[in-house]
T-cell receptor
Framework: DGGITQSPKYLFRKEGQNVTLSCEQN?????MYWYRQDPGQGLRLIYY???????QKGDIAEGYSVSREKKESFPLTVTSAQKNPTAFYLC???????????FGEGSWLTVV | DQQVKQNSPSLSVQEGRISILNCDYT??????FLWYKKYPAEGPTFLIS?????DKNEDGRFTVFLNKSAKHLSLHIVPSQPGDSAVYFC?????????????FGTGTRLTVIP
């Protein structure tokens, strides 16, 4: 089945720790994205990548880092510098940037 | 500043009736608009899109209308079904500028009452 797989679905992190969320797609899409959703808010863009080995900051990149070493993979690291990391994180991809994007199932991160 | 706005956080509709979800935008460069449906704890699912060269696009029970002069789009669901109960997000992008970002509204929670 083609799709976007995020893991883990639920993750708990202690304050001061970095944590990495995985995102893999087998849709052969060039562009990949990370969004964050907070209660009562829309989706906010953290980082995006148009092509392998290239990525750009979105609207709320502070405290996050990404890599794009393979077309299929776009992991997101939530660092200890992120002040309010507890949120629902969504990975997405599109055949090329600016086109319709398709989302994974999301990952819940809770800081304890 | 929110460039895409959904001013109604919630909407309740009887099963079988029409659901109308509204969305306004401020950026005149937006030329591609989408609607997504989201269930709790799941990723949004793409529903329907419309390019600015059209004013209507229909797909089964879902129709999106675009009024460029008013910078307004709406999603009509006819007839509404209980399974349509979800949060609906509208989104917009300025594809002609080469911009890569989709801007999302804050969502409208639709409840279809059986």
């Amino acid at each position: 089945d083609g799709g976007i797989t995020q893991s883990p679905k639920y993750l708990f992190r202690k304050e001061g720790q970095n944590v990495t969320l995985s995102c893999e797609q087998n849709l052969n899409h060039d562009a990949m994205y990370w969004y964050r959703q907070d209660p009562g808010q829309g989706l906010r863009l953290i980082y995006y990548s148009q092509i392998v080995n290239d990525f750009q900051k979105g609207d709320i990149a502070e405290g996050y880092s990404v890599s794009r070493e393979k077309k299929e993979s776009f992991p997101l690291t939530v660092t200890s510098a992120q002040k309010n990391p507890t949120a629902f994180y969504l990975c997405a991809s599109s055949i090329y940037s600016g086109n319709t994007i398709y989302f994974g199932e999301g990952s819940w991160l809770t800081v304890v | 500043d929110q460039q895409v706005k959904q001013n109604s956080p919630s909407l309740s509709v009887q099963e079988g009736r029409i659901s109308i979800l509204n969305c306004d935008y401020t950026n005149s460069m937006f030329d591609y608009f989408l609607w997504y449906k989201k269930y709790p704890a799941e990723g949004p699912t793409f529903l329907i899109s419309i390019s600015s060269i059209k004013d209507k696009n229909e797909d089964g029970r879902f129709t999106v209308f675009l009024n460029k002069s008013a910078k307004h789009l709406s999603l009509h669901i006819v007839p509404s079904q209980p399974g349509d109960s979800a949060v609906y997000f509208c989104a917009a992008s300025a594809r002609s500028t080469g911009a890569n970002n989709l801007f999302f509204g804050t969502g409208t929670r639709l409840t279809v009452i059986p």
